[in-house]
């Protein structure tokens, strides 16, 4: 053992075994993704009876399809109902819930312990334990059938788990700076705004990030609040195929699958490290 | 601009003399921040608990006004719905499956690629790429359709696919959910990677070897992160509605063996219309997830190790 080549070489085998088993593992893992690709491009009679994972023709006509919309609406609107709403969550998200953040992790007020142990204990509570009074007030409102209700609460900071990451975030802000800030004379606004927002951009982006993904991925509320198929996301048109059962349908409806997806892979492939950072953040410091 | 040398009292001294107001002022400021988050907590949560508490006493339809019944729906919940009780059964199971399952994959993923110097950030965002994909629809049903009568899973396994079968399909909802472990993963590394490297030399020093380290380091290190993760986990495994109203087809079939609570609540609410039961379910829910919740953080007492707490 006393060359080096010796005690290297079987650590090297290790690190060769660790990244085979990490690409098996992904290979393994990511293969919905390449099945849902290759079937949106199947040939119908291809889709279930062949084994093979690749189409023996590119079958383009059923992303023409799924072009020309579900029930009547075109593409264009779901995809521009889909946008409405995830932009509104997360232009609501990021304002409510910094501002909510930046009191509970620098500023003093009454019952400031109480109401952010109240705030984190939100985050627990389950979403059906508010939803159907809440559905009744939209309702009484008339806003049912509305992007309203989906909306709505997101500026009201009612995603409690953003006002933790935040919070989080900025308690890691040197406090110094504020404090400058003070001496030249600013206020808490001005120094939330020209201060501290700057800094806390990390965060901020991570918030929007999620809330774009999640409101877009969301399909329980967007079930209960709409119904006119013009008003549906490409979430909601995805759902009446759920009922499908004819394989003739099967192209066409992964081939929306795959345009559903597509602004997450994108978001994804641009913002990655924000993501697993933000995340990461989260289950850790206390 | 380092002025962390100074202690606080002095570094306020210049603003000492007008000290009172703005104080009051900051108090003020912190309400204005403060104030959409105060209406969403009011009117959002604490509003509709209490409003679903009281109709979960009443029968009520959305048109016409609440009638109160008392108890009526929870007696009929617990002694004379058998589709009640099938819902809670299932949610169990799957929460038994679906969070050990994904937590344990998130480990080892995570216990992988600790060491690893060329390929971690690849790694990292390729394994957690599903986690972002599979809570959509899309996904939902790319698994209905893979573990289907001759899916992917049929062909290789010879199942005759899962979705179809009562004691399969939510095993195959269950996958699903475990195969979304990015979340949980992210936060174990960076756990993994906050236990400082001594601990691990010494525990070599006094002759451990790695399985021993894994068990005396690693475990009580990284405990609080692993609870942080059950707990949060389990939260949301209770509530799991999609991947279920996908696989069988909005039904929760074959045979409710896919009907998770979360959807038969859906189906008593907004399909017939019952929602004084369907409020009465989601205060069992909310019982059941905060009795869930409480009995991890007392058991945490035995197993969960804060090693800064001194230094806090």
């Given at each position: 053992m006393t060359s080096t080549t010796v005690v290297r070489k079987p650590v090297r085998w290790g690190r060769v075994a660790l990244h085979v088993g990490c690409l098996a593992a992904l290979l393994v893992m990511l293969y919905p993704l390449a099945w849902l690709l290759a079937t949106s491009l199947k040939p119908a009679d291809e889709v279930i009876a062949s084994l093979d994972l690749l189409p023996s023709h590119l079958e383009w006509s059923n992303?023409?399809?799924?072009?020309?919309?579900?029930?009547?609406?075109?593409?264009?609107?779901?995809?521009?109902?889909?946008?409405?709403?995830?932009?509104?969550?997360v232009l609501g998200n990021v304002i409510s819930c910094s501002l909510a953040a930046y009191a509970f992790a620098r500023l003093r007020f009454?019952?400031?312990?109480?109401?952010f142990a109240f705030m984190i204990a939100t985050i627990m509570l389950p979403h059906h334990a508010v939803l159907i009074p809440q559905y009744i007030i939209f309702n009484q409102l008339g806003l049912v059938n509305t992007y309203w209700p989906l909306i709505l609460p997101k500026f009201l900071a009612t995603e409690a788990f953003f006002v933790f990451l935040i919070v989080q975030f900025m308690r890691g802000l040197p406090r110094e700076l504020e404090e400058a800030a003070r001496i030249d004379g600013c206020g808490p606004f001005r120094s939330f705004f020209q201060v501290v927002l700057p800094l806390t951009r990390p965060a901020l982006i991570t918030t929007a990030i999620f809330t774009f993904i999640w409101t877009w991925n969301d399909f329980f509320t967007q079930l209960i609040y709409l119904f006119d198929p013009d008003k549906f996301t490409l979430t909601l048109a995805l759902r009446s195929f759920v009922d499908a059962s004819s394989t003739s349908a099967f192209g066409p409806m992964f081939a929306l699958s795959v345009i559903a997806l597509l602004p997450i892979v994108l978001f994804f492939l641009a913002f990655q490290r924000f993501l697993v950072e933000g995340m990461a953040s989260s289950g850790l410091k206390g | 601009m380092t002025t962390t040398a100074i202690p606080p009292e002095a570094r306020n001294a210049p603003a000492a003399a007008p000290k009172r107001r703005p104080q009051r002022e900051r108090e003020g400021a912190a309400w204005v921040f403060l104030s959409p988050w105060v209406l969403g907590a009011i009117v959002l949560t604490l509003l509709p608990m209490a409003v679903s508490l009281y109709l979960s006493f009443t029968d009520y339809d959305l048109f016409s006004p609440p009638k109160w019944v008392g108890l009526r729906n929870y007696v009929q919940m617990f002694t004379e719905d058998p589709r009640y009780w099938r819902s809670v059964v299932t949610t169990l199971m799957y929460v038994l499956v679906a969070v050990p399952l994904q937590l344990a994959l998130a480990l080892v993923v995570a216990l992988a690629l600790k060491g690893m110097k060329r390929g971690k950030g690849f790694y990292?965002?390729?394994?957690?790429a599903p986690s972002l994909l599979g809570a959509s629809m899309s996904i939902a049903l790319v698994w209905r359709a893979v573990?289907?009568?001759?899916?992917?899973?049929?062909?290789?396994?010879g199942t005759g696919g899962w979705v179809n079968k009562p004691g399969w399909a939510l095993l195959a909802v269950a996958l699903l959910t475990a195969w979304q472990f990015g979340a949980?993963?992210?936060?174990?590394?960076?756990?993994?990677?906050?236990?400082?490297?001594?601990?691990?030399?010494?525990?070599?020093?006094d002759g451990a070897g790695k399985w021993r380290q894994f068990l005396s380091v690693t475990v009580p290190m990284l405990s609080p992160v692993l609870f942080f993760n059950l707990v949060l986990q389990t939260i949301q495994a209770f509530q799991v509605f999609t991947p279920a109203f996908a696989v069988s087809a909005g039904k929760g079939g074959p045979a409710d063996s896919t009907l998770v609570y979360t959807m038969y609540l859906y189906d008593r609410g907004f399909v017939a219309s019952h929602m004084g039961?369907?409020?009465?379910?989601?205060w069992v829910l909310l019982l059941v997830i905060g009795i869930v919740t409480a009995v991890l953080f007392r058991t945490s007492r035995s197993w969960v190790f804060y090693a800064s707490e001194g230094d806090r």
């Open positions: 992303y023409k399809t799924a072009l020309d919309g579900v029930n009547d609406v075109s593409i264009w609107r779901l995809l521009a109902n889909s946008l409405l709403i995830a932009g509104g969550a009454r019952f400031r312990g109480p109401l | 990292r965002s390729a394994f957690y573990f289907n009568d001759g899916g992917t899973v049929d062909n290789l396994l949980p993963m992210v936060i174990f590394l960076a756990g993994l990677q906050q236990i400082p490297a001594e601990l691990y030399e010494a525990a070599a020093v039961y369907a409020s009465a379910m989601a």
